[in-house]
């Protein structure tokens, strides 16, 4: 099993997010856009992105309306962003974040730093070097203990974050 896990470890290391120049240049219609979603996303979420969800996305305003039904490059950040953010934050906490976010600067800006953070945490993880893991050699319910732990920790500390910026206590 430590092996099967270490060359699943090794190869999701090497899977990255697109930036946004490597985004199509074009407006897409929704079918397009569910597509691309679930090329960019296959190897970070298990539920496919749908055109139902998106459109809850759009109603709730974390993604920019369509144009005559036609979707934008910054729509398709805004989805690879929520659909990442997801399954830890409430979309209340996706949208505020995303808002502040772009607030003062260009969404294409605001995208690439999440994308390359977000692509050089992945690349530099692994179990040598992740914090409290001293060996995969532990009992694989302490080693997956840890990880929830450290998940559950930074969630919180993201939540205070972006809650104490849409109050305007933290600049």
């Not at 490059?73 to 830890?88: C, G, H, P, Q």
């Not at 003062?104 to 992945?122: E, G, K, V, W």
């Amino acid at each position: 099993m430590h092996n099967e896990f270490e060359k699943w470890l090794t190869a999701f290391s090497k899977k990255r997010l697109p930036l946004w120049n490597e985004f199509p240049d074009f407006d897409l219609y929704m079918d397009q856009l569910v597509n691309l979603g679930n090329r960019y996303l296959e190897d970070f979420i298990d539920t496919k992105i749908t055109a139902s969800m998106i459109n809850s996305y759009v109603k709730k305003e974390l993604m920019e309306r369509p144009n005559k039904k036609k979707y934008t490059t910054t729509n398709v950040a805004e989805l690879v962003v929520i659909s990442l953010l997801k399954s830890i934050y409430p979309l209340e906490t996706i949208r505020s974040g995303i808002k502040q976010s772009t607030k003062d600067a260009p969404i294409a800006d605001s995208y690439d730093y999440f994308a390359n953070l977000f692509n050089r945490t992945q690349s530099s993880f692994s179990l040598e070097n992740s914090p409290q893991v001293d060996s995969f050699n532990e009992n694989m319910i302490q080693l997956t203990e840890q990880f929830a732990i450290h998940a559950v920790i930074y969630k919180m500390i993201g939540e205070k974050l972006v809650n104490l910026q849409r109050t305007s206590k933290i600049k």
